[in-house]
């Protein structure tokens, strides 16, 4: 199970809240507490993922390890949990909840959960209506686990009244433990002061970490040193490419960038020649699409010779019909917006606010080899 668990939640597909998963009774076997429970969570993932390396990043509560070790049903699952918190495979806090809501918020990642979180609602409005980022396990045939969507309804404005009251005593510290907005960091970038590391440093890695907060200061998870203000945050938006509704691969723009997508765009543009079955990538234009990026507003005009079609799907009734985008024609292209190229081809706006992969990466990417009608990796 272990080559399925993840330190880095940038890798991972889903993020697992893993209290709840351990002390659910409806799957695997009877008994207060057991990991085995996670093992059916993993295969589920796997097979929701269609990814047989998909990765968890698991989140737990201190509680869960602490006390009570007796409600394990194998006493070897509490050396199992220590040699994972030893090894970074499971972030171990005192409130689990308020960090798998944070990580989901910043990356949209789904998370894995029983829980509706509804005294997390003024705190983390995004849970309000949402039926995307949240998958619960239930049991399926023969003892395996299915992850359904979870429907997180609305809490009614009495519900919230009365939490937005705790917020505000909250922030005056006049309530237990308080939780820092953080907006403020993750819109900055940062550096480790020891010069070796490359976890944070825009001009280091690939893709760089969310900073952790310790007593309220960021900090290197490696160094454990205060990070050094890198000044602001490029914005950016992300673009995904759906292949017959399964994603197969993400594209982070840079604000002020003009990015073309096509067959074969030419240099600095996204081909999809490689990503697509040659027999769609026919029916693309060279330069089908062009996206513009301006102060994180996405518009795209279409330049295609066969037409580009246009829909919404975020609305309260689903997807809306399909619309000819019109050639020369510009719009904005919005979070839920999907863009088809030609049948069964889509780009979508990604809802990961913050990703973790720096603009234009893909850009420094080996385009694949083959026809790209190999196997196809949903990324949530
Ligand atoms: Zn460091």
Redesign the pocket.
Known sequence: MDRHLTADFAEACFLVDLSPVVRRRDIGEPGLRSLRRLALVVDAAVELARDPDAKLFLVADRSLRAGAREEFNDPADVRVLRDWVRRGLVEELEDADGRVLELCEMTGIPVITYDYYRDARVEFPFLQGNTDDFLQPTPGPDGTVRLMPLDMGVASDAQISRKSEETVLKKQGLLGPQRKPRSEVVRRNWR?P?AR?T?YDTRKGSSVMLPRMRGGVPT?D??S?ELVDDGPRTATAQVKLMLDGACVARFTLEDGSTVRIGRRPGPNGIALHGLVPAERAARISRVHVELRVTGGVVRVEDVSSYGTRWRPTAGKTGPGPWRDLGTGARREFRGGDELELTEGVVLARSGRRFPTELAQEWQRRTPPSGGGSGAVTRMY
């Open positions: 480790c020891d590391c976890l290197c490696l160094h040193l």
